[in-house]
């Protein structure tokens, strides 16, 4: 029996949402980010899944955990560590990457530690705003590029600015793929979007500057200037009449 990609992705894009949650729901003061990694790896196996980004590579070092976790400064691409320990104030996003049954879903919130500075929820709202807003563009006929023109707007608006180094991107039976998503504008509308895509929107807002830096240990990406940023990110599929998104949260 096979099952058409939609459901497949439909399977997978539960799963991660499900893994998601139930790891934001860990999020308190005095919890280590390799607690949240522990249960990562239990929840994403008791579904039938596979941590796709374990062992994950781009040329450079594996990726050595289970999850992203990026905590205040952190752009994306935390590494858990038993020596990161939330505390009140921080915020923290959580970035699963489900394999199930061959294909792939990923998405990711940030949460608040605690009591949240009002500038820091500002940001998390923002972002969270910004991934809706994106969302909400993709239907057949619209330019890919609708996503990132709307975003950008909506971020300044906010007083916040858009990670530009790193985007969304395609997703399926591989984790990145093509397209590239940018976050921001570029001029470019193509491709145009067409039932049967599959793609990520996940953008990385700062209340400072939008420039990064890599870490020493190959993943971690910081903020240039030391400023708070926050990301959102959705699977989503385009549908005939719009837009599915994969990945909400089950109920
Ligand atoms: N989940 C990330 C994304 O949204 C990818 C992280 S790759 C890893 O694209 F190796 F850092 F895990
Ligand atoms: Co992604
Ligand atoms: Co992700």
Redesign the pocket.
Known sequence: MTHSPLKMMRRAGRAAAATRDAACALVKPGVTTQAIDDLVRADTHSRGGRCA?HG?RVGGVP?PANV?TSVNTVV??GVPSSDVVLEDGDIVNI?V?TELGGWHG?T?RTVCVGTPSPEALHLVEATRRALTLGIAQVRPGVPLSRIGEVIEVFARSQGCTVVRAFGG?GIGRR??QAPHVHHHATGRPWPVLQPGMFF?I?PMLCLGRSEVQVLDDG?TVVTADGSLSAQF?HTVAVTRDGVEVMTLPVF
């Open positions: 980004q994950y990726f992203c994306c691409h970035d990457t990923d990711s991107h984790m990145h990520t996940e993943w990110e």
